[in-house]
Structure formats: structure tokens, C-alpha cells
């Protein structure tokens, strides 16, 4: 084998080694597109599609997963969110707007759903929602997981506060739940439901509660920060979490999606700190997908836990809060606002089908929503944005440039990627030349061939 030969083949090595590093290396200020946009959205798409489908009937969608597909920018049809508005308000009214059902987060949680449809959850139909929150015995008939919710719902929106009201047993107030959080600490960091040791659970719920007050307020924060090192401290090696169910402890596939929750709502990235990477080099999102399952009919969804014999199964809670995770962990990534963070919501706004029969649309129009009740006859070739699904959300523009610049990184990747493989395609091509050339070469020469052959063969 020629020198000249040999250099060859180590340039196609070296091009190979550069294209994966391309591939599997962080570039600075590009989104991760081998694991967290490929895999984490990939799975939480097949969730979607899943849990909510095309969104037929959405009398069988709940409410958190509805939460969560709203949040995660899906691709749900654009009058979604009025139909689900309509169906909630049909449940409200045949209950009589008494849905706690022994629940009282039911209350909370609806907060969340309707200002996440772009309602003002001080003005459903009437009713100002905040006032379920008003009587704090009846917040904490649920235990701490009532405080916990009812401050996550008070939180998502900067001007939601707990009315007072007349006749309630106990007022409550933000400041009143807060210092309850504030007082029922664990003896080692974190909190619980019952007893003096935390729980991963609780303790992660706990934190997405106070999220909101760890850069103003230095109290939460050293009790946050206590926590998060509690966590640190009780991950398994796997990279997932133990829940107490009973007596015993298990590990479950829950747990870890709420610490996937906590930790974003601070701004962690549950993958790539360094306190949540075991020394085996596992992280809570990897064993997460441990538990993922799909079948080849499309059905995909979570393991509560993982048999040491026979197959895992999907279970329904466990994939609903794998979701919510899975999209926490996507607006993380995406430089979005939080899970729970609803300021980025336009509040009041006309429903995409209201503003499309109100809109008169011209020849100048620049861009419409999707409105199936428009005529033919009223398209013009120049609304080029007619067939695309409506937007979810409606953001501010940092927002969409925070989107739009892991895009930009996957451009210029794509066009790096696209040299390099014309760069192999031109070096295989002198490789299969030049072989030929050479054995010809030595074909008409002899043993010793002369100093003007070796230099006829070396231009050539």
C-alpha cells in the first residue's frame, strides 16, 4: 500500500471522527439535539398523540393532560381550547360548581386549566374560582398537597390573590400557606405527608409550589436549596427516585417525573447537572425513559415501576405525570417560561373561532388563523398561514426568538454535516480512481522501475 494511499484512507477517518463529533458533541448555544430534542420530544409527542389523539371528544381528555399539551405546544386542533372551555363549563354547571369530590386540589387545578385556556380564573361564567381557595381548613382537608396546589394556582398568574369572604372558618391568605410550608419542613430537608423524614414525592411538589420566591425570599430559598440537596443525596444510581407506598420503599417512575418538575421550575437542567449525575454517569431523564414502553400498534406510555420479573406494564398516572415532565422539561430546553408559570398566556384574548368569523379577510391580509367555518370563495393565494394549526400560546416575541434559536444551531449543524458529506463522497471517488491508475502503472513497469516512472505515477 502507497503512501499516498495510506493518507487517503486516514482523511476518511478523520472526516468520519469530525461527523461525530458534529453529531454528539454540545455546541454552545445550540439546543442537544441527539438526546433532549430527538428523544424527550420524541417520546412526549407519541404521548400526546397517545393520551389526546385528534381530540374527537374531549369529554375523555383530563385535565392535566390537557395542561400539559397545552404547555408543550402541541398539535392540538384549533378549536381545542374552546371545546374544552365548553366541556368543563357543562361539568361546573350539572355539579352545581361543586367538583372537590373529597378533593379539594380539584379547585386548584381547575384555576390552572382555565387560565392556561386564556380565561381570567376571577371570571369563569361568574365565578371568581379564587374564592374556593378562601377558607384554609378546607384547603387542608387534602393535607399539605392542598397547601402545595392552592399556592401553585395563587403563583401562576402575578395579579391572582385569595380573596377575603365572609362566613369561612379559617381566611386564608398567600402568606398564610407559604409560612405553613415554611414551618413543616422535615428534620432532614425537604417535606413529607406524615412522619419526621421527607418524602421525594412531597418534597418535589413542595418545591414547585415555592419555586416562585427563591430569588426574593431568603427563607425559602435556604429551605429550597436544603431540598434540592436532599435529592441530590437520595438519588438511586440508576438516576431514578424511591416512593414510600406502605411500608416500603419501591422505585417509581412518579417520583421521578415530580423531581423532573421541581428541578426545571428552578431553572435545572435535570440532565446535565452535576449534582443529578450518579457516579455511574445516569440521570433522572435516562431512567425515565427506562420505564417508557411502546407498542408497534402505537399505544405508548409509562411504567409505574419496573418487575424484577415478567414485563413492565403502562400505567395511567404514571404516564400522565411522565407527560407533564416530559413537557416541563421541553419549555427548559426551549428558554420557555416554566411549567407553571402562566404569565406567558394572553389572558381575554377572542377564541380563534370569534376572531376568524370577525375578521374580514383581504387581499392585503398577512397571516390568519385556521377557521374551517370560512369560505372557500373568501381564500386569497396570498394568506399563506391558512392551513397551518393555530398557535397555542400566544407569546411575546422574546419568547419566540428564545424558540427560534435552537433552530438557527440546527441549520448551520444540518450545513456542516452536508459539507462533510461531500468532502467523503469526493475522497471515495479519488479513492476508487486511483487504485486503478496505479495498478496500471505497475503493470507496464518492471521490478525496479526507474526514478521517471515513480515520478509519471506520483503526478499522475
Given at each position: 500500500?502507497?503512501?499516498?494511499?495510506?493518507?487517503?484512507?486516514?482523511?476518511?477517518?478523520?472526516?468520519?471522527?469530525?461527523?461525530?463529533?458534529?453529531?454528539?458533541?454540545?455546541?454552545?448555544?445550540?439546543?442537544?439535539?441527539?438526546?433532549?430534542?430527538?428523544?424527550?420530544?420524541?417520546?412526549?409527542?407519541?404521548?400526546?398523540?397517545?393520551?389526546?389523539?385528534?381530540?374527537?371528544?374531549?369529554?375523555?381528555?383530563?385535565?392535566?393532560?390537557?395542561?400539559?399539551?397545552?404547555?408543550?405546544?402541541?398539535?392540538?386542533?384549533?378549536?381545542?381550547?374552546?371545546?374544552?372551555?365548553?366541556?368543563?363549563?357543562?361539568?361546573?354547571?350539572?355539579?352545581?360548581?361543586?367538583?372537590?369530590?373529597?378533593?379539594?386540589?380539584?379547585?386548584?387545578?381547575?384555576?390552572?386549566?382555565?387560565?392556561?385556556?386564556?380565561?381570567?380564573?376571577?371570571?369563569?361564567?361568574?365565578?371568581?374560582?379564587?374564592?374556593y381557595l378562601a377558607d384554609l381548613d378546607l384547603v387542608k382537608s387534602q393535607g399539605i398537597n392542598g397547601v402545595i396546589y392552592a399556592l401553585i394556582a395563587?403563583?401562576?398568574?402575578?395579579?391572582?390573590?385569595?380573596?377575603?369572604?365572609?362566613?369561612?372558618?379559617?381566611?386564608?391568605?398567600?402568606?398564610?400557606?407559604?409560612?405553613?410550608?415554611?414551618?413543616?419542613?422535615?428534620?432532614?430537608?425537604?417535606?413529607?405527608?406524615?412522619?419526621?423524614?421527607?418524602?421525594?414525592?412531597?418534597?418535589?411538589?413542595?418545591?414547585?409550589?415555592?419555586?416562585?420566591?427563591?430569588?426574593?425570599?431568603?427563607?425559602?430559598?435556604?429551605?429550597?436549596?436544603?431540598?434540592?440537596?436532599?435529592?441530590?443525596?437520595?438519588?438511586?444510581?440508576?438516576?431514578?427516585?424511591?416512593?414510600?407506598?406502605?411500608?416500603?420503599?419501591?422505585?417509581?417512575?412518579?417520583?421521578?417525573?415530580?423531581?423532573?418538575?421541581?428541578?426545571?421550575?428552578?431553572?435545572?437542567?435535570?440532565?446535565?447537572?452535576?449534582?443529578?449525575?450518579?457516579?455511574s454517569g445516569k440521570t433522572m431523564i435516562g431512567r425515565l425513559f427506562d420505564h417508557y414502553i411502546s407498542y408497534d400498534d402505537g399505544t405508548a406510555g409509562?411504567?409505574?415501576?419496573?418487575?424484577?420479573?415478567?414485563?413492565?406494564?403502562?400505567?395511567?398516572?404514571?404516564?400522565?405525570?411522565?407527560?407533564?415532565?416530559?413537557?416541563?422539561?421541553?419549555?427548559?430546553?426551549?428558554?420557555?417560561?416554566?411549567?407553571?408559570?402562566?404569565?406567558?398566556?394572553?389572558?381575554?384574548?377572542?377564541?380563534?373561532?370569534?376572531?376568524?368569523?370577525?375578521?374580514?379577510?383581504?387581499?392585503?391580509?398577512?397571516?390568519?388563523?385556521?377557521?374551517?367555518?370560512?369560505?372557500?370563495?373568501?381564500?386569497?393565494?396570498?394568506?399563506?398561514?391558512?392551513?397551518?394549526?393555530?398557535?397555542?400560546?400566544?407569546?411575546?416575541?422574546?419568547?419566540?426568538?428564545?424558540?427560534?434559536?435552537?433552530?438557527?444551531?440546527?441549520?448551520?449543524?444540518?450545513?456542516?454535516?452536508?459539507?462533510?458529506?461531500?468532502?467523503?463522497?469526493?475522497?471515495?471517488?479519488?479513492?476508487?480512481?486511483?487504485?486503478?491508475?496505479?495498478?496500471?502503472?505497475?503493470?507496464?513497469?518492471?521490478?525496479?522501475?526507474?526514478?521517471?516512472?515513480?515520478?509519471?505515477?506520483?503526478?499522475?
Amino acid at each position: 500500500m502507497s503512501k499516498t494511499f495510506r493518507k487517503s484512507i486516514y482523511r476518511v477517518v478523520a472526516l468520519f471522527i469530525m461527523i461525530f463529533c458534529m453529531l454528539f458533541t454540545d455546541i454552545p448555544g445550540q439546543a442537544v439535539f441527539a438526546y433532549a430534542d430527538t428523544d424527550a420530544r420524541a417520546v412526549r409527542d407519541s404521548l400526546f398523540y397517545g393520551l389526546v389523539g385528534d381530540v374527537g371528544d374531549v369529554e375523555d381528555v383530563a385535565m392535566w393532560t390537557a395542561f400539559a399539551s397545552i404547555r408543550g405546544d402541541c398539535d392540538i386542533t384549533g378549536d381545542f381550547k374552546d371545546r374544552y372551555y365548553e366541556h368543563l363549563i357543562k361539568e361546573l354547571d350539572e355539579n352545581d360548581w361543586n367538583i372537590a369530590g373529597g378533593r379539594y386540589t380539584e379547585y386548584s387545578k381547575l384555576i390552572l386549566m382555565m387560565t392556561a385556556l386564556g380565561h381570567d380564573a376571577r371570571d369563569i361564567e361568574g365565578h371568581d374560582l379564587l374564592e374556593y381557595l378562601a377558607d384554609l381548613d378546607l384547603v387542608k382537608s387534602q393535607g399539605i398537597n392542598g397547601v402545595i396546589y392552592a399556592l401553585i394556582a395563587v403563583n401562576c398568574r402575578d395579579e391572582y390573590e385569595i380573596p377575603v369572604i365572609d362566613g369561612v372558618s379559617t381566611q386564608n391568605s398567600e402568606n398564610t400557606m407559604l409560612e405553613f410550608m415554611l414551618e413543616n419542613e422535615a428534620e432532614d430537608g425537604g417535606w413529607r405527608i406524615m412522619g419526621g423524614y421527607a418524602d421525594v414525592d412531597v418534597t418535589a411538589m413542595a418545591i414547585q409550589a415555592l419555586s416562585p420566591y427563591y430569588d426574593s425570599n431568603e427563607r425559602v430559598r435556604e429551605k429550597i436549596d436544603r431540598a434540592v440537596n436532599w435529592l441530590s443525596e437520595n438519588q438511586q444510581d440508576n438516576g431514578g427516585y424511591m416512593a414510600l407506598l406502605g411500608n416500603a420503599r419501591v422505585e417509581s417512575s412518579e417520583s421521578t417525573s415530580q423531581v423532573v418538575l421541581a428541578l426545571t421550575s428552578l431553572g435545572i437542567d435535570p440532565r446535565t447537572d452535576e449534582r443529578f449525575i450518579t457516579s455511574s454517569g445516569k440521570t433522572m431523564i435516562g431512567r425515565l425513559f427506562d420505564h417508557y414502553i411502546s407498542y408497534d400498534d402505537g399505544t405508548a406510555g409509562f411504567a409505574h415501576i419496573l418487575p424484577e420479573e415478567g414485563e413492565p406494564e403502562i400505567n395511567g398516572l404514571a404516564t400522565v405525570e411522565g407527560f407533564c415532565a416530559l413537557t416541563a422539561y421541553y419549555r427548559l430546553e426551549s428558554g420557555l417560561s416554566s411549567y407553571y408559570d402562566l404569565r406567558d398566556i394572553e389572558i381575554g384574548a377572542e377564541s380563534d373561532a370569534d376572531a376568524a368569523d370577525e375578521s374580514d379577510v383581504t387581499d392585503d391580509t398577512d397571516e390568519i388563523e385556521k377557521n374551517d367555518e370560512i369560505d372557500d370563495t373568501d381564500k386569497t393565494d396570498e394568506i399563506d398561514d391558512i392551513n397551518k394549526p393555530d398557535g397555542i400560546n400566544k407569546k411575546d416575541d422574546t419568547v419566540e426568538q428564545d424558540k427560534t434559536s435552537g433552530s438557527v444551531g440546527g441549520v448551520l449543524c444540518m450545513l456542516l454535516l452536508t459539507v462533510g458529506a461531500f468532502n467523503v463522497f469526493f475522497v471515495i471517488v479519488l479513492l476508487l480512481i486511483r487504485p486503478k491508475n496505479r495498478d496500471n502503472s505497475e503493470d507496464r513497469q518492471d521490478d525496479q522501475p526507474d526514478n521517471k516512472q515513480e515520478e509519471s505515477v506520483r503526478k499522475t
